[in-house]
């Protein structure tokens, strides 16, 4: 059964950092793009990041509106993808999905960015 | 950036009536490859979105003949057959053919 179970999310200040986990299992990790989607309280989806397999060299593709502040990597090792977001902003506050090549998503992470 | 446009912004349906979404693109969503990366969720109340439809017309795993996607280039429609309760929630598009990738804003679909 595959597994995606997303951790790290939380209440951070204006201008600070977060990483957020995203754990699998239930599959060959190795051969799977993996993907962040972000959703804001009483908003529609938005696509964040990927990141691509060894096959792919890893390659790496981000919203524009998140580029240079966000940055995705993986850990096959772990059969683990990761986000780290820095100056975050209060529209960043968002609920953060991990998802499998957008076939399996986890229940999400709640990001709250406020003084 | 893509942009992809969904009508209706909400859709009211009888149960066992159809339904149908309507996504454009602002460019033609087939790839160098030959295939069109457009893709459709549906995400219910309270829960993380789900799969419908990939690459315009293929249902994923588990999902009910009753969703049909169809279309080509800037086009596509989500029509989904014999309205039942469960189908009620948010429906989107994406698409996976232009970097970066992008999702439609949605049509929310209410049971009458």
């Known amino acids: 059964e595959v597994q995606i179970l997303e951790t790290g999310g939380g209440l951070v200040k204006p201008g600070g950092s977060l990483r957020l986990s995203c754990a699998t299992s239930g599959f060959n990790f190795n051969d799977y793009f993996m993907n962040w989607v972000r959703q804001a309280p009483g908003k529609g989806l938005e696509w964040v990041a990927q990141?691509?397999?060894?096959?792919?060299?890893?390659?790496?593709y981000y919203a524009e509106s998140l580029e240079g502040r966000v940055t995705i990597s993986r850990d096959d090792s772990k059969s683990s993808v990761y986000l780290q977001v820095s100056s975050l902003r209060a529209e960043d506050t968002a609920i953060y999905y991990c998802?499998?090549?957008?076939?399996?998503w986890g229940q999400g992470v709640m990001v709250t960015v406020s003084s | 950036d893509v942009v992809l446009t969904q009508t209706p912004v909400s859709l009211s349906v009888t149960l066992g009536d159809q339904a149908s979404i309507s996504c454009r693109s602002s460019q033609s969503l087939e790839y160098s490859d030959g295939y069109t990366y457009l893709e459709w969720y549906l995400q219910k109340p309270g829960q993380s979105p789900q799969l419908l439809i990939y690459e315009v017309s293929n249902r994923f795993s588990g999902v009910p003949d009753r969703f049909i996607g169809s279309g080509s280039g800037t086009d596509f429609t989500l029509k989904i057959s014999r309205v039942e309760p469960e189908d009620l929630g948010v429906y989107y598009c994406f698409q996976a053919t232009h970097d970066p990738l992008t999702f439609g804003s949605g049509t929310k679909l209410e049971i009458k």
């Open positions: 998802t499998r090549s957008r076939d399996y």
């Open positions: 990141i691509r397999n060894k096959n792919y060299n890893y390659a790496t």
